[in-house]
């Protein structure tokens, strides 16, 4: 049988002398790894076209318990502007590492591959990395359910007030957050400011055409992507 795609690559690594392995977000079957014969050699049939972030029609056989294997691949669109500079595409290629990391294979998610193709198309021609960069991290756990809810306190469900905290990877309110937390020397359960939690909320609703035209404050940037960090850091060790 052979499968057709839109893909978008995530990663490649090199395989034995010529071949590759290439893992891609595609539209129809989610998050896929498969396998390219020889793509290293000089007159490869594939081009360039399986290279980090290059958006393909591909086309590909075998028993899907396999590693199936591409045969064809046409690039759709290249997104070479991001791939030529070389600090907006390490962080693209960290973002999607989560995506690499969190996304169970084979799971189609129509959400996260046209919140991709979307960010990656417009911050291609803009200056404002860092929002886009941000906005995507912040979509990206959204849909794959590791972001906590903003609104809401994780216990008890009410709207979360002015006194907020963060406890193990939720929002709580006040009550549930005395009642329940572990109030240790260990700095996993603190106040949250609400102008912060306002911030993070309203910003991952945000249009994607209005990230390249507002400026954020870099302090608040780096404090959202350190929170990120140790969230992230909170919930894989849970
Ligand atoms: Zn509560």
């Not at 595609?26 to 958006?55: D, H, N």
């Not at 591909?58 to 759709?76: N, P, T």
Request: proline content about 3%; aromatic content about 14%; hydrophobic content about 40%.
């Amino acid at each position: 049988m052979i499968y057709s795609a839109e893909a978008i690559v995530l990663e490649n690594r090199d395989y034995g002398e010529a071949d590759l392995i290439v893992t891609y977000l595609t539209k129809e079957f989610g998050l896929l790894t498969l396998f390219a014969k020889s793509p290293r050699k000089i007159k490869s049939k594939f081009g360039s076209s399986l290279e980090p972030l290059t958006y393909s029609k591909i086309a590909f056989i075998g028993r899907e318990e396999r590693l199936q294997k591409i045969i064809q691949s046409d690039i759709l669109y290249p997104f070479q502007k991001i791939r030529d500079n070389f600090k907006l595409y390490l962080m693209v290629s960290d973002t999607l590492n989560l995506i690499i990391k969190f996304l169970p294979k084979k799971e189609k998610n129509s959400e996260l591959f046209h919140l991709l193709l979307h960010v990656l198309r417009e911050v291609e021609n803009s200056d404002k990395w860092e929002n886009y960069n941000l906005f995507l991290k912040i979509n990206i756990l959204k849909i794959l359910g590791y972001f906590p809810d903003m609104m809401h306190c994780g216990i008890c469900r009410k709207s979360l007030q002015k006194e907020s905290f963060y406890s193990k990877g939720f929002f709580l309110c006040k009550s549930c957050f005395l009642k329940n937390a572990n109030h240790s020397k260990d700095k996993v359960d603190y106040k949250i400011s609400f102008h912060f939690l306002k911030f993070l909320n309203s910003f991952s609703k945000w249009p994607i055409s209005h990230l390249g035209r507002v400026k954020i404050n870099e302090k608040l940037i780096k404090k959202v992507d350190s929170f990120i960090k140790e969230h992230m850091a909170m919930t894989i060790k849970l």
